[in-house]
């Protein structure tokens, strides 16, 4: 997602669709929800380069964010677009994750999440629909500070395309490398650092 042997490939939706099976038979009932998922990153301009890869879906064409979303939802009925951008080590985003992330839910997308600051960073509910600008790190070693070691895993609970809830999920990485539930007290300063009120996000 995001990348590919060319500009199209780089820009199509990847599609998935779970199949519902019944319960008790295990029988296969019918295809659900079509979640269609897109990526893009910074790195497209090679770190502030003027020459856009082509293989790489670049933040900073939003014209083109609203197309493929527009064109993703030809095939999909819930759009999950992803962003890597930002500052490293902050805790609010910048100017440019505001704008593609806004834009994103504008053209259509239900669902912004992002990544690269390794920390996490705030979260944001613009027209009914969540951003997460940084979910922070989750499986990284960098050991030397007690913000780089804290991530944040979300659960999403839908009704048909309806999304209902987010659930905040604060892990902690622990021996440079393994992640594990966050206790309670660890889970209150994470959502204090974020200025999260509560761990569940409700849409209803």
């Given at each position: 997602?995001?990348?590919?042997?060319?500009?199209?490939?780089?820009?199509?939706?990847?599609?998935?669709?779970?199949?519902?099976?019944?319960?008790?038979?295990?029988?296969?009932?019918?295809?659900?929800?079509?979640?269609?998922?897109?990526?893009?990153?910074?790195?497209?301009?090679?770190?502030?380069?003027?020459?856009?890869?082509?293989?790489?879906?670049?933040?900073?064409?939003?014209?083109?964010?609203?197309?493929?979303?527009?064109?993703?939802?030809?095939?999909?009925?819930?759009?999950?677009?992803?962003?890597?951008?930002?500052?490293?080590?902050?805790?609010?985003?910048?100017?440019?994750?505001?704008?593609?992330?806004?834009?994103?839910?504008d053209a259509g997308a239900d669902i912004v999440i992002g990544?690269?600051?390794?920390?996490?960073?705030?979260?944001?509910?613009?027209?009914?629909?969540?951003i997460f600008y940084s979910l922070g790190n989750f499986i990284?070693?960098?050991?030397?500070?007690?913000?780089?070691?804290?991530?944040?895993?979300?659960?999403?609970?839908?009704?048909?395309?309806?999304?209902?809830?987010?659930?905040?999920?604060?892990?902690?990485?622990?021996?440079?490398?393994?992640?594990?539930?966050?206790?309670?007290?660890?889970?209150?300063?994470?959502?204090?650092?974020?200025?999260?009120?509560?761990?569940?996000?409700?849409?209803?």
């Amino acid at each position: 997602v995001g990348t590919g042997q060319n500009f199209e490939e780089a820009h199509e939706a990847q599609v998935i669709s779970p199949h519902l099976s019944s319960p008790t038979s295990g029988e296969e009932l019918k295809e659900g929800v079509k979640f269609g998922f897109l990526a893009y990153s910074y790195s497209a301009r090679n770190d502030g380069g003027n020459t856009a890869d082509q293989q790489i879906a670049t933040i900073s064409d939003l014209n083109q964010l609203k197309i493929d979303i527009q064109q993703a939802k030809d095939r999909s009925e819930v759009i999950i677009v992803s962003m890597h951008a930002g500052i490293e080590y902050v805790r609010d985003p910048n100017q440019e994750q505001t704008d593609f992330a806004h834009a994103a839910i504008d053209a259509g997308a239900d669902i912004v999440i992002g990544h690269h600051p390794h920390w996490i960073q705030t979260i944001e509910v613009y027209k009914e629909k969540p951003i997460f600008y940084s979910l922070g790190n989750f499986i990284f070693d960098q050991s030397w500070s007690v913000d780089t070691t804290e991530g944040l895993a979300v659960r999403f609970t839908f009704r048909g395309k309806e999304l209902r809830q987010a659930e905040l999920l604060p892990i902690i990485i622990e021996n440079n490398c393994c992640p594990r539930p966050a206790t309670e007290t660890e889970t209150q300063n994470i959502l204090k650092k974020i200025n999260a009120t509560s761990s569940v996000i409700s849409f209803e």
